[in-house]
C-alpha cells in the first residue's frame, strides 16, 4: 500500500512541476507539449513521473541464496577458491542494485542444488569486488562465467535459460568422468 501511496505521490509532483512549467514557460509558438498551456505540462510531467516512478519501485525481490552457494570477496580468496577445485566452477558476478541479477538468482540456487557435490558455486558482488570484474573483463552483469581446472570455458552475459548453465556443467562433469 505504501508502494502506492509513493508512486502516486511522484506522480502528483510530476504533474504540478509540469502545470507550472506550462503556465511560466510561455512557449511562444504553441508547439511546445510540455510548455504550451499548464494543462498539457501536468499531462507531460504526470507521464515521466510515472515512468520514473514505476521504473524505481518495479525491482524484483531480493532471494535468499542458497547454503551450497560460496562467496569470494577478494582475488586471493577467489584465486585459492580456483586453485583448490577439481569440479567445475560457475561464477555469478552480480549487484545488490541490479535487476536482472536479482531475477537470475533463484536459477543460480537450483544449478547450486543440482549440481551439489559435482560442481562449485560461487557468487561475487562487483560491488565488493571490483578488482575480480576487472581482472575478468565483466563489463556487463549479470555475468556467468564458467571455469574448469582454473580456466575459463565459456561465459555468458545477461540472463539465459536454465538449460544454458545447466547444459555447460553436465558436459563439463561427463567429460571429467571419462578416463
Known amino acids: 500500500m505504501t508502494k502506492i501511496l509513493m508512486i502516486s505521490g511522484i506522480i502528483i509532483v510530476g504533474a504540478i512541476i509540469g502545470g507550472v512549467t506550462g503556465y511560466y514557460g510561455k512557449c511562444s509558438t504553441g ?6 498551456t499548464p494543462w498539457g505540462g501536468a499531462i507531460w510531467g504526470a507521464l515521466l513521473a510515472s515512468i520514473i516512478a514505476l521504473t ?3 525491482k524484483p525481490p531480493k532471494v535468499p541464496d542458497s547454503p551450497s552457494i560460496e562467496k569470494a570477496t577478494s582475488a586471493t580468496e577467489f584465486a585459492t577458491l ?3 577445485s577439481q569440479q567445475p566452477i ?3 558476478f552480480y549487484a545488490d542494485w541490479c535487476g536482472p541479477c536479482r531475477n537470475l538468482s533463484p536459477l543460480i540456487n537450483k544449478l547450486s542444488e543440482e549440481f551439489s557435490g559435482q ?5 561475487i558482488n562487483i560491488d565488493n569486488a571490483s578488482e575480480l570484474a576487472q581482472k575478468y573483463q565483466v563489463n556487463s552483469i549479470p ?4 571455469f574448469n581446472k582454473g580456466k575459463e570455458t565459456d561465459r555468458f552475459v545477461g540472463i539465459r535459460l536454465y538449460q544454458d548453465y545447466s547444459n555447460v556443467l ?9 578416463p
Open 82 to 84: 580456483l586453485s583448490e
Open 170 to 178: 553436465k558436459k563439463l562433469i561427463e567429460t571429467e568422468k571419462k
Open 119 to 123: 560442481a562449485k558455486i560461487i557468487k
Open 31 to 36: 508547439q511546445c507539449p510540455l510548455t504550451s
Open 90 to 92: 560457475l561464477v555469478d
Open 56 to 58: 524505481l519501485f518495479n
Open 143 to 146: 555475468c556467468v562465467i564458467v
